[in-house]
């Protein structure tokens, strides 16, 4: 089913459980790598991860605000090199795959047989990803702007397509390289974001301005000073998508689909998302049996449009009302 909604269709009382989740916050140790995650909610709840976008970038302050704590056990979890997750903006064994054995290992650790997978962007990625790899451990997917990390996918943001749309802002994205450097931007980027810090965090800020000056309908302006998340999601974004995301084909999760056609899918994707274009979602769509696609017709990429925040509410409240 594909469906229709707009933003001023708002579902107030679900914007009452914002607060006090009371999370607890825990390290498990993979390799190198000590991943945070946190656990918040019900106890005895449906099980959700939330799965983060970037990558690179942090779980966020706002990432458990989809879930009533009443009716949900919480995970949120900072993925490899992000957040409190140590070691920082670390790429030596950061891959997709990596990243999921670390979400089994936390399933694993906290006894959950099967659980519900809430992801965005890069996240929708990741989840999807895992699901194709462990379908027997997800309840339900639920998912917010597709990105199916093709080729086609990352030149459409990082080379040319979102430039058409925010030219003056793609400008400044690519006043730091020459001429040649221009031909494959992402490469470019990833030579100076692996210098030492001093060098890489100028050219990772200018990274992050550009990507979040398309993430929402109405432009945000962007911060200032240079945060770790700025150097972080620049990094690691370039890390990933030089590598195919480390994924094994071009086309890895259409071309796998099989393996989750027949699994509970919502998918929540902006008319207006310049990050992460809408024919994305359409496609994963046409390739499953048993999934939604609601078209926010006044959102862009963020989560936090009303529009999208509202229907991704809406969806866990139906579900845990079941």
Request: proline share 4%; charged share 30%.
């Amino acid at each position: 089913m594909i469906s229709e909604v707009r933003g001023l269709e708002l579902i107030k009382p679900l914007e009452l459980y914002q607060d006090n989740y009371n999370e607890k916050g825990y390290y498990i140790k993979n390799g190198i790598h000590d991943i945070y995650y946190e656990v918040s909610g019900n106890e005895n709840g449906i099980p959700v991860v939330f799965v983060h976008g970037g990558p690179g970038s942090p779980m966020g302050d706002k990432a458990k605000r989809f879930f009533n704590k009443e009716k949900y056990r919480i995970i949120v979890i900072d993925q490899r090199g992000c957040g409190k997750s140590k070691p920082f903006s670390e790429l030596e064994d950061n891959t997709t795959f990596d990243l999921i054995d670390d979400m089994e290992k936390i399933r694993e650790k906290l006894n959950i047989e099967k659980w519900l997978i809430f992801g965005g962007s890069w996240g929708s990625t990741l989840s999807l990803v895992y699901a194709i790899n462990h379908p027997e451990r997800v309840l339900k997917i639920v998912l917010r702007g597709i990105f199916l990390a093709r080729d086609e996918d990352v030149k459409w943001l990082y080379q040319d397509g979102a430039s058409n749309f925010y030219p003056e802002e793609f400008e400044k994205f690519i006043e730091p390289l020459n001429l040649d450097e221009r031909k494959d931007i992402v490469k470019s980027y990833y030579k100076y974001l692996k210098q030492p810090v001093e060098i890489s965090k100028k050219y990772a800020k200018v990274w992050s301005d550009w990507e979040c000056s398309c993430i929402k309908l109405y432009k945000i302006e962007n911060e200032e000073e240079i945060s770790e998340t700025d150097i972080s999601m620049a990094k690691m974004e370039c890390h990933y998508f030089n590598n195919n995301s480390f994924l094994p084909t071009p086309n890895y999760i259409l071309d796998n689909t099989d393996k989750i056609k027949d699994l509970e899918i919502d998918i929540v994707h902006g008319r207006y998302d310049v990050d992460c274009r809408l024919i994305g979602a359409y496609e994963l769509y046409k390739h499953l049996n048993n999934a939604n696609l609601y078209i926010i017709q006044d959102a862009g990429h963020s989560s936090l449009e009303p529009g999208s925040r509202h229907k991704l509410m809406e969806i866990m409240e139906e579900y845990s009302e079941r």
